[in-house]
């Protein structure tokens, strides 16, 4: 007895304390609730805020072997914004009104969620108390409610590849019009050219234009479900849970998920980093496959399948190491998510479901067996659809470290392409571009005027790369003044051509010349497009371009008689017939068509390239003399002596950065080669001749 009567004031104070908290409780209830909604808004915040940039999470060096860390830090969220801006570029667009709809679908879902959990205690209760019309009713109930479910679920998923697809037409033709140029704008600024040619950043822009901003659309639409749709419902099932069981029995849930959560955070790979190196040696092999197309012929005459061989299995053996590494690491994080996530949270939850079970709480109450297994199914249930999504949640960091990856490699691309376009190249250089007059000549640029002529002043000629060809070239061209370049190989012919096409920048000087649109260029292999024969000729136009200019079949086929490739148009089906012409066509025949083309465009000057190197020379001076009838200037590179009656001036270049600039006299210089050709196999002859001498003189004996 004196034991008991020193225990009832402290159980008394106990009882005192359980009143009062009772009295209280539905205040604490509200307290912890909410406190629980803002932290999961809080710690959500947390799991996807911006992290500090690492070190090497900027761009690596142009050509530089080691990839850039991704990660989803401040770096990703500055890139994020300036493409969701492009993709989603207004409230009132569709792709917001897409989002709109998203939202409510996922809304819609999760409420029906929570009755489904509701339902599912209410059969298994009437199961339990025996009631038959009751667990009808439930079942019907139950099947009802599996239309509007089945309808939101196909929406969902309908309106997420809308998603993906709207964002990836924004984002495609946002590219496009950075790279092939908008009919506004000059034509000088050949992104498509320069970005693969001037800079080493992009090797395979096709890959990168294709399947990464294909992917990047793909993570970008589902983004927001996995990580939106998981938070609400966390939010929704954790409250309807603290409503069942108190606000008490969440909060110990949600400490023992948060220290559990923290360990697998700390385990979590680096998934954006190998995302982007996957795509990054996915893409090094396809260009691999597709360099092997483009010079099969070539490889083939060299018997250069070994080789070739070696060169792809290398890029292919780089990209499966790669993804083993990823796939071991990717178990061994599988291993410790579902473990955590399934079976330990499912632990946590089922001793939380227990407590109404065990516990008698102020203010919960579950009269009979009936009432208890309902309250416990539906607890269960709920807790399982919260389970889900906290595990979803957790799992959206992983998407979100993917689409870290894909958005670098998105504005990997668009960042090169704005560089390119305001001339800001990043190419690796020779080692003499390293010297210090070299170095201030390729930082310098120079002047450049439209003018009718073309007149360079003290221009150097420079590769991408930094090699100096010419340290300051001057001439001038008239209209009307054809002009032969002659030079070895290496010299810096095609490099002036690509200055005058606007495709090289000028790194110094003056420059007067045409716009890029007055000329055309003719290369030893011209361009044939797909498309139809008609397309060949008329190219870049189109058929209704042609029309619009007052030109029919009919002058086309009196511009191939010309050429002497009337008789193409009957021999391979007509106008309208669609072949691979490069493989249709002999190598003299596509030079004529790129002939035909010239006449066609009738442009104020044409750069030939040896562009007659493979037709006869008969038809070689009956399309020089048409372009000069024409009104054509030409400027020629070729070794031919038969083209030098039809140029007036000639500029030669040596090879070691000198040249001449003069007047070309053919006949002159016709006879002088002659001459040249004339000393140049008598002193062929020469060494025979010593050696008869000595033959004779030793016959003779002297």
């Given at each position: 007895m004196p034991v008991l009567s020193k225990l009832r004031p402290s159980d008394n104070r106990i009882a005192e304390i359980s009143r009062i908290y009772a009295i209280h409780r539905p205040l604490v209830q509200r307290g912890l609730t909410t406190g629980f909604v803002l932290y999961v808004l809080l710690a959500a915040y947390q799991g996807v805020a911006a992290r500090p940039p690492t070190k090497d999470s900027k761009n690596a060096p142009a050509g530089g072997r080691k990839p850039p860390r991704v990660a989803v830090d401040a770096l990703f969220y500055q890139r994020l914004r300036i493409i969701l801006r492009i993709v989603i570029p207004s409230i009132r667009s569709k792709e917001a009104l897409l989002i709109v709809m998203h939202s409510s679908l996922l809304v819609f879902r999760t409420a029906i969620s929570l009755y489904v959990a509701a339902l599912d205690g209410k059969i298994v209760a009437s199961l339990v108390r025996g009631r038959s019309f009751e667990f009808l009713l439930n079942i019907i109930r139950w099947l009802l409610v599996a239309i509007p479910a089945t309808w939101t679920n196909s929406w969902l998923s309908y309106v997420?590849?809308?998603?993906?697809?709207?964002?990836?037409?924004?984002?495609?033709?946002?590219?496009?019009?950075?790279?092939?140029?908008?009919?506004?704008?000059?034509?000088?600024?050949?992104?498509?050219?320069?970005?693969?040619?001037?800079?080493?950043?992009?090797?395979?822009?096709?890959?990168?234009?294709?399947?990464?901003?294909?992917?990047?659309?793909?993570?970008?639409?589902?983004?927001?479900?996995?990580?939106?749709?998981?938070?609400?419902?966390?939010?929704?099932?954790?409250?309807?849970?603290?409503?069942?069981?108190?606000?008490?029995?969440?909060?110990?849930?949600?400490?023992?998920?948060?220290?559990?959560?923290?360990?697998?955070?700390?385990?979590?790979?680096?998934?954006?980093?190998?995302?982007?190196?996957?795509?990054?040696?996915?893409?090094?092999?396809?260009?691999?496959?597709?360099?092997?197309?483009?010079?099969?012929?070539?490889?083939?005459?060299?018997?250069?399948?070994?080789?070739?061989?070696?060169?792809?299995?290398?890029?292919?053996?780089?990209?499966?190491?790669?993804?083993?590494?990823?796939?071991?690491?990717?178990?061994?994080?599988?291993?410790?998510?579902?473990?955590?996530?399934?079976?330990?949270?499912?632990?946590?939850?089922?001793?939380?479901?227990?407590?109404?079970?065990?516990?008698?709480?102020?203010?919960?109450?579950?009269?009979?067996?009936?009432?208890?297994?309902?309250?416990?199914?539906?607890?269960?249930?709920?807790?399982?659809?919260?389970?889900?999504?906290?595990?979803?949640?957790?799992?959206?960091?992983?998407?979100?470290?993917?689409?870290?990856?894909?958005?670098?490699?998105?504005?990997?691309?668009?960042?090169?392409?704005?560089?390119?376009?305001?001339?800001?190249?990043?190419?690796?250089?020779?080692?003499?571009?390293?010297?210090?007059?070299?170095?201030?000549?390729i930082n310098g640029r120079g002047k450049v005027f439209e003018a009718e002529d073309i007149h360079f002043e003290n221009v150097p000629i420079i590769t991408p790369n930094g090699d100096v060809l010419l340290r300051n070239l001057t001439f001038n061209v008239k209209p009307g003044e054809h002009l032969l370049i002659v030079g070895p190989n290496g010299s810096g012919k095609s490099s002036l051509f690509r200055i005058l096409g606007g495709l090289w920048p000028v790194y110094g000087g003056t420059v007067r010349k045409p716009p890029a649109s007055d000329f055309i260029l003719i290369p030893q292999r011209p361009y044939l497009s797909l498309g139809t024969l008609r397309d060949q000729v008329i190219y870049p136009h189109s058929q209704e371009q042609m029309k619009a200019r007052g030109i029919s079949d009919a002058d086309l086929l009196a511009i191939l008689a010309v050429v002497g490739m009337d008789s193409v148009v009957g021999r391979e089906g007509g106008w309208d017939v669609t072949r691979e012409w490069r493989e249709a066509l002999s190598g003299g025949d596509q030079q004529k068509i790129a002939w035909a083309r010239l006449f066609y465009h009738k442009p104020k000057y044409a750069i030939l390239d040896e562009a007659t190197s493979l037709v006869p020379s008969d038809m070689e001076g009956k399309m020089m003399e048409e372009a000069t009838a024409l009104g054509i200037t030409l400027l020629t590179v070729s070794h031919r002596p038969s083209l030098w009656k039809y140029h007036s001036t000639i500029l030669q270049l040596d090879g070691q950065g000198g040249y001449v600039f003069t007047q070309l006299n053919a006949d002159k210089r016709l006879s002088l080669q002659e001459e040249k050709e004339g000393l140049q196999t008598k002193l062929l002859e020469v060494p025979k001749l010593k050696s008869r001498l000595a033959e004779l003189r030793l016959l003779a004996g002297q």
């Open positions: 997420q590849n809308k998603l993906a697809i709207a964002y990836r037409t924004r984002l495609t033709r946002e590219v496009l019009k950075q790279y092939l140029g908008e009919e506004s704008e000059t034509p000088d600024s050949k992104v498509y050219y320069k970005v693969s040619n001037l800079d080493d950043r992009i090797k395979n822009i096709d890959q990168m234009i294709t399947h990464d901003i294909q992917r990047f659309s793909a993570h970008l639409a589902a983004i927001y479900a996995n990580l939106a749709k998981p938070i609400l419902d966390v939010i929704l099932y954790n409250y309807q849970l603290s409503q069942n069981i108190g606000a008490e029995g969440l909060v110990l849930l949600t400490v023992l998920i948060q220290l559990s959560a923290a360990l697998l955070r700390a385990v979590t790979p680096s998934f954006g980093t190998y995302t982007t190196q996957s795509a990054a040696l996915a893409g090094s092999l396809r260009h691999a496959h597709s360099r092997l197309a483009e010079f099969a012929e070539e490889v083939a005459f060299f018997g250069g399948e070994d080789a070739e061989k070696e060169i792809i299995e290398k890029e292919y053996m780089s990209l499966v190491q790669h993804e083993e590494k990823v796939m071991a690491r990717r178990w061994w994080y599988g291993c410790a998510e579902e473990g955590i996530v399934k079976w330990l949270w499912g632990s946590f939850g089922l001793v939380v479901c227990a407590i109404p079970i065990f516990f008698n709480l102020p203010g919960l109450s579950n009269v009979d067996l009936g009432s208890r297994t309902e309250g416990f199914v539906t607890n269960r249930r709920l807790l399982l659809s919260s389970s889900d999504a906290m595990g979803r949640v957790m799992y959206s960091y992983k998407d979100l470290a993917e689409l870290a990856g894909y958005t670098a490699r998105v504005s990997l691309l668009l960042d090169t392409m704005s560089d390119v376009r305001n001339g800001k190249f990043k190419k690796n250089l020779v080692a003499s571009a390293l010297e210090e007059e070299n170095s201030k000549m």
